[in-house]
């Protein structure tokens, strides 16, 4: 069964990667190997309703990161309809490429430890849009955005899903993760950086005419942003004060944006207002990219039903035994497969009277699997989401970015295990 299971997955993830050699989407290579898990597990279990309890569990915490998404997408979106990325825009004067890719670096990793690594790609991607007309420039500053939002939520409690499930397990503290990993996760941007920085050359190409297609009122245009950028602020304040999942804080955001853009539109024509609503923004947003991460999730939560996972941490504690090189393999593996179900078998494997809270081993996973899945696009719900958005292929980020990101995630770990 596990071995049916394994090559599924392996069949369906290698689908995903030649998306453009055999012309089929990525999403349906996701949705399909993700269903045909679950079917090869449930048919050679006795229990099926166990089997199927576990998939509602896991469709709970999937559901919660797709609403999350749908929301956050829709968000930018509704931004992007009033013209609201323009504030951002017209303060970024440089065409400078190495200068802009400084800019754009350091800005997404400070915004990541804020809002977190997935929220920050997507508002970072579509700011992208509106300052580089390049597919090919704007293709490789979105690359050097997935590093930089997964280093930025490396050492923030609220920046990456795995950092908060630390800090809610127990395993960290807020103050301490931000002392000990903020170091070693800006060398792991800034080495990125120095090594493209070197090799960038020219200026990158605005897109024609950008300042004459404003659609929207100044007013209307600052109302929205600082609104969308509020509710993407809130999500953390909301889940510490109610302790319910970030969705619920930026649907509750979604919800009080719709009905603030319904009443300023009010009284406009139909025609007038329809591309600035709400409900135009949810038919506008890269819906094939949501059913794909789906996909994946699905995917994943079957190798971690099936403890697939928790046997491959097991056999890496037995055959290896170092620590840091366990630690680093996790990372490397965090590349392939998601980093959420990974720390979840580590959070299972090692309890606190083993390795107490704020211990080296804590610590070092949450840079690890924070950082490593930049290695891949499909590594991280920061690269889903970027792919996702601009449709990079898998063997282009290989090529172009994967060699920086390995660099800066090695140079990031040699400096926290050294200090």
């Known amino acids: 069964m596990?071995?049916?299971?394994?090559?599924?997955?392996?069949?369906?993830?290698?689908a995903i990667t030649l998306e453009h050699k055999i012309r089929v989407d990525k999403a349906a290579s996701a949705l399909v190997s993700g269903v045909l898990c679950w079917v090869i597990y449930i048919t050679n279990q006795p229990d099926k309703h166990a089997v199927t309890h576990q998939l509602m569990e896991h469709l709970g915490d999937i559901a919660g990161i797709l609403f999350f998404l749908l929301s956050a997408m829709t968000i930018v979106e509704l931004i992007d309809a009033h013209d609201g990325f323009q504030i951002i825009t017209e303060r970024i004067s440089t065409q400078n490429a190495v200068k802009l890719l400084w800019i754009?670096?350091?800005l997404t990793f400070f915004l990541s430890a804020v809002l977190d690594n997935l929220t920050t790609t997507i508002v970072i991607v579509s700011l992208l849009r509106k300052i580089i007309a390049d597919r090919e420039q704007r293709l490789f500053f979105a690359g050097?955005?997935?590093?930089?939002?997964?280093?930025?939520?490396?050492?923030?409690?609220?920046?990456?899903?795995?950092?908060?499930?630390?800090?809610?397990?127990?395993?960290?503290?807020?103050?301490?993760?931000?002392?000990?990993?903020?170091f070693p996760s800006l060398i792991c941007l800034l080495v990125p950086l120095?090594?493209?920085?070197?090799?960038?050359?020219?200026?990158?190409?605005?897109?024609?005419?950008?300042?004459?297609?404003?659609?929207?009122?100044?007013?209307?245009?600052?109302?929205?942003?600082?609104?969308?950028?509020?509710?993407?602020?809130?999500?953390?304040?909301?889940?510490?004060?109610?302790?319910?999942?970030?969705?619920m804080?930026?649907?509750?955001?979604?919800?009080?944006?719709?009905?603030?853009?319904?009443?300023?539109?009010?009284?406009?024509?139909?025609?007038d207002k329809d591309f600035l609503t709400v409900v135009y923004a949810l038919r506008k947003i890269d819906t094939p990219s949501i059913l794909f991460f789906?996909?994946?999730?699905?995917?994943?939560?079957?190798?971690?039903?099936?403890?697939?996972?928790?046997?491959a941490a097991v056999w890496l504690t037995q055959n290896i035994g170092n620590e840091s090189i366990i630690v680093l393999s996790i990372g490397l593996l965090s590349a392939v497969v998601d980093n959420v179900p990974l720390v979840a078998a580590s959070q299972g494997m090692y309890d606190l009277t083993q390795y107490p809270p704020d211990h080296f081993f804590w610590e070092f996973i949450a840079y690890c699997t924070g950082t490593g899945g930049s290695i891949l696009i499909i590594g991280s719900a920061a690269g889903v989401a970027a792919m996702g958005m601009e449709r990079i292929d898998f063997f282009w980020y290989l090529k172009r970015i994967s060699l920086l990101a390995l660099l800066g995630y090695f140079a990031g770990a040699m400096v926290y295990i050294l200090f």
């Open 104 to 106: 754009i670096g350091i």
């Open 194 to 247: 120095i090594f493209v920085s070197r090799q960038l050359k020219g200026n990158i190409l605005p897109p024609v005419q950008a300042a004459q297609t404003l659609t929207s009122t100044p007013f209307n245009r600052k109302l929205v942003f600082f609104l969308g950028l509020g509710v993407l602020l809130f999500v953390p304040v909301f889940k510490t004060l109610t302790h319910l999942p970030p969705f």
């Open 294 to 311: 789906l996909g994946i999730l699905i995917s994943i939560s079957a190798l971690e039903s099936t403890g697939l996972l928790k046997s």
């Open 249 to 271: 804080a930026i649907l509750l955001g979604l919800g009080v944006i719709w009905i603030i853009t319904e009443m300023v539109h009010s009284e406009k024509d139909k025609e």
């Open 2 to 14: 596990e071995f049916g299971i394994l090559i599924t997955f392996i069949l369906g993830y290698l």
């Open 144 to 182: 050097i955005t997935v590093i930089a939002a997964n280093a930025g939520g490396a050492w923030s409690p609220l920046g990456d899903v795995t950092t908060t499930m630390l800090w809610i397990g127990g395993q960290i503290t807020p103050i301490n993760i931000i002392t000990k990993l903020f």
